[in-house]
């Protein structure tokens, strides 16, 4: 048993920053254990699991942060955004969350920290 960071990461325009340009988009998400839920380790997560479905990291290096209130209803969610020449997209790229898990073999459980007084 042991305690980890835990990132919840959905990508949801995939194939927005592909080589062909107007390609299919698909929405991806899944969990992941990072070392830590800094910005830089999502970001480079993010890249990582773009780069494994077909987008490109050079067209990725404009990805940056933006505020969190104008995409979700979690505060504590970091949000990437990258567009790509000449098209806005009003979805952004990704939205990462990361947070403690207790884990045993495989197997996650997400943990809750409660106030005590």
Same mark, same amino acid.
């Given at each position: 048993?042991?305690?980890?960071?835990?990132?919840?990461? =959905? *990508?949801?325009?995939? !194939?927005?920053?592909?080589?062909?340009?107007? &390609?299919? %988009?698909?929405?991806?998400? !899944?969990?992941?254990? &990072? &070392?830590?839920?800094?910005?830089? =380790?999502?970001?480079?997560? &993010? $890249?990582?699991? @773009?780069?494994?479905? !077909?987008? *490109?990291?050079? #067209? /990725?290096? =404009?990805?940056?942060?933006? %505020?969190?209130?104008?995409?979700?209803? +979690?505060?504590? @969610?970091?949000?990437? +955004? #990258? %567009?790509?020449? +000449?098209?806005?997209? !009003? *979805?952004?790229?990704?939205?990462? /969350?990361?947070?403690?898990? $207790?884990?045993?073999?495989?197997?996650?459980?997400? *943990?809750?920290?409660?106030?005590?007084?």
């Amino acid at each position: 048993m042991e305690l980890v960071t835990l990132a919840h990461v =959905t *990508l949801h325009r995939i !194939g927005s920053m592909s080589a062909y340009g107007m &390609v299919e %988009q698909k929405e991806i998400s !899944g969990y992941h254990e &990072v &070392v830590d839920g800094t910005v830089d =380790t999502l970001k480079e997560l &993010v $890249l990582s699991i @773009a780069e494994k479905n !077909g987008d *490109l990291r050079p #067209a /990725l290096q =404009t990805m940056v942060q933006v %505020q969190a209130y104008q995409y979700s209803p +979690n505060p504590q @969610a970091i949000i990437f +955004n #990258a %567009q790509p020449r +000449n098209i806005h997209y !009003g *979805l952004p790229y990704a939205t990462c /969350l990361a947070f403690p898990a $207790l884990k045993i073999d495989q197997r996650y459980f997400k *943990l809750d920290e409660v106030a005590a007084k």
